[in-house]
Nanobody
Framework: QVQLVESGGGLVQAGDSLGLSCAAS????????MGWFRQAPGKERELVAT????????TYADSVKGRFTISRDNAKNTVYLQMNSLKPEDTAVYYC?????????????????WGQGTQVTVSS
């Protein structure tokens, strides 16, 4: 089992950058596939980015490709999301999530463990 705690959200202006972190408990962090998802009010939770266990394999939603970067540091039990050129439509609660198998990494329903979420608000 793993516990996840996100940090780094806040209020920024369009075009600004913001970095999120997700700290995981436990000694087996490197065993987990990690993902960032987001949910805006009235909308379904959606994929932002995922990263494989070694950090080599990543996937991104089309809406964030070229602007967001996911990374991880297994020595620090942490996954990161660097968000650049933020847009008002990026406003949402951002969640990190973990799963033990590579199947369906882009589907939020496939993840077993979730953080509490951190709010990101981008003003125009």
């Amino acid at each position: 089992q793993v516990q996840l705690v996100e940090s780094g959200g806040g209020l920024v202006q369009a075009g600004d950058s913001l970095g999120l972190s997700c700290a995981a408990s436990g000694r087996t962090f490197s065993s987990y596939y990690m993902g960032w998802f987001r949910q805006a009010p009235g909308k379904e939770r959606e994929l932002v980015a995922t990263i494989g266990r070694s950090g080599v394999t990543t996937t991104y939603a089309d809406s964030v490709k070229g602007r967001f970067t996911i990374s991880r540091d297994n020595a620090k039990n942490t996954v990161y999301l660097q968000m650049n050129s933020l847009k008002p439509e990026d406003t949402a609660v951002y969640y990190c999530a973990a799963k033990l198998t590579p199947a369906s990494v882009n589907n939020y329903r496939a993840y077993n463990y979730w953080g509490q979420g951190t709010q990101v608000t981008v003003s125009s």
